[in-house]
């Protein structure tokens, strides 16, 4: 049961290169979210989306990019990387529902020089 | 604003014994979930226990619970008969549930050593 499923796990950018991360979840979940996570800030929502074809800001939507073409697929994309988005990046995904958590993917460490 | 606040960024706790991690939230609605994760060295992270705002009782989950007060906003996790295992980072985070985006805001968290 692969669950969440974040491709890649490490990658090194250098400043204003671009590139996308995957998320793919097999449970059928209409929501998906990216998050980051920084030393000491905890975790912070950068997009989300309620269900295919929908995607809304978050907390630190700046820089970012998202889409939500196929149900299963939730893609955030850095069209110009700069080294404050060196992060681990986390994507989550819930069934929706009041008690239903969100699933986590293992995350993605982004270096960015 | 919703904010969650975790006021201990390092604990630490003997083996077998009990602790308690603390967990303090803000929210003006009426109808909102509290969630505790773990997030081992590894770096995934793993659910442990849910707390429903118009829950009666405290939740409970093997050795994990929940002390929930919601008159103070707090939401603290109990920890019982602690293992090395237990060595973690963990978080509190909340979901209003009104706003049907189903968002979780999560505090700062806190790490916790078993000590042997």
């Known amino acids: 049961n692969a669950g969440v499923t974040q491709t890649p796990k490490f990658r090194v950018l250098k400043t204003g290169q671009s590139m996308t991360l995957l998320c793919a979840q097999d449970?059928?979940?209409?929501?998906m979210y990216w998050y980051r996570q920084d030393p000491g800030m905890g975790l912070r929502l950068i997009h989300y989306s309620v269900g295919e074809g929908t995607t809304a800001k978050g907390e630190v939507p700046d820089g970012y990019n998202v889409s939500r073409l196929k149900k299963q697929n939730f893609l955030l994309g850095l069209e110009s990387a700069a080294p404050s988005q060196t992060s681990v990046y986390f994507c989550?995904?819930?069934?929706?529902?009041?008690?239903?958590?969100?699933?986590f993917g293992d995350g993605t460490r982004l270096s960015i020089l | 604003a919703q904010t969650v606040t975790q006021s201990q960024p390092e604990m630490s706790v003997q083996e077998a014994e009990t602790v308690t991690l603390s967990c303090t939230y803000d929210?003006?609605?009426?109808?909102?979930?509290l969630f505790w994760y773990k997030q081992p060295s590894s770096g995934e992270m793993i659910f442990l226990i849910y707390?429903?705002?118009?829950?009666?009782q405290n939740a409970t989950e093997g050795r994990y619970s929940l002390n929930f007060q919601k008159a103070r906003k707090s939401a603290n996790l109990v920890i019982s008969a602690s293992q090395l295992g237990d060595s973690a980072m963990y978080f509190c985070a909340m979901r209003e549930l009104q706003t049907g985006a189903n968002n979780l805001f999560f505090g700062t968290g806190t790490r916790l050593t078993v000590i042997p």
């Open positions: 707390q429903g705002s118009y829950d009666e």
């Open positions: 449970m059928n979940h209409e929501y």
């Open positions: 989550a995904s819930t069934p929706g529902g009041t008690n239903q958590p969100q699933h």
């Open positions: 929210t003006s609605d009426q109808s909102y979930g």
